[in-house]
Each structure stands twice: as structure tokens, then as C-alpha cells.
């Protein structure tokens, strides 16, 4: 989890801070939910701005909660027995992992079905 906040702390910085606060909101939702909302919020049918700024954070939350789970898992492996808080933090990892993995095909398959039409 700290790799995660760590990234998108940086991310932020990039960005202004209400659209910062609108893609955080966008990546806890489940991905039909926020391309509805994305799709929306659009001014007119190329205002793509928020729908490539959420693409890129998705795919940066995507690749670091894999390696955020990598990491809790070597940790918890390597933990002495009975370290239940490190196994929590894998657990945690893996749920966020788990969500971001339905989120990133989710996405591929939308666009790739958008790009069909």
C-alpha cells in the first residue's frame, strides 16, 4: 500500500487538484461505473481529457498494486511465525491487486469494443 500512495502522491503533483480528486474517486469505483460517469461529464464527443487522464492512472494503479503485492508477499514470507500484521498487509495487497486486475481488463475490453464500432 505505501508503494501505491507513494505513486499517486506523485501523480497528483502532476495534476490539478480537482481533477486529482475526481480520478481518485473514478479508481474506487468499479469501471463500468466510472467510464458512465467519464462518458457523462464530457462536454462534447472528443473531450477526452478525463477519460485519458483515468486511463493512465488506472494503468499506473494497475502495475504498482502488482508489485505492492509482490512485495507484501516476499515480506510475509520472509516474516518471523505468528506475524499476523504482516500477513494482513499482503492480504490488503491482493485486494487491491485483485481490483485494479477487474478494472484494467474491464477497460481493455471497453475500448477494444469501442474501437470496433
Known amino acids: 500500500m505505501k508503494l501505491l500512495l507513494e505513486n499517486w502522491r506523485e501523480y497528483i503533483a502532476q ?10 474517486k473514478l479508481l474506487r469505483m468499479e469501471f463500468d461505473q466510472a467510464i ?3 462518458n457523462a461529464l464530457k462536454t462534447d464527443e472528443s473531450d477526452n481529457h478525463l477519460e485519458d487522464a483515468y486511463e493512465m492512472a488506472l494503468g499506473t494503479e494497475y502495475k504498482d498494486s502488482r508489485r505492492e503485492r509482490d512485495d507484501r508477499l ?23 491487486r485483485e481490483h485494479f ?5 474491464a477497460m481493455i475490453e471497453y475500448f477494444a469494443e469501442k474501437d470496433k464500432q
Open 15 to 24: 495534476e490539478d487538484s480537482e481533477q486529482a480528486e475526481t480520478i481518485e
Open 36 to 38: 458512465s460517469l467519464i
Open 74 to 96: 516476499r515480506d510475509a514470507n520472509d516474516a518471523p511465525r505468528g506475524d499476523e500484521k504482516t500477513w494482513e498487509d499482503f492480504y490488503a495487497a491482493e485486494d487491491q
Open 101 to 105: 486486475t477487474t478494472q484494467w481488463e
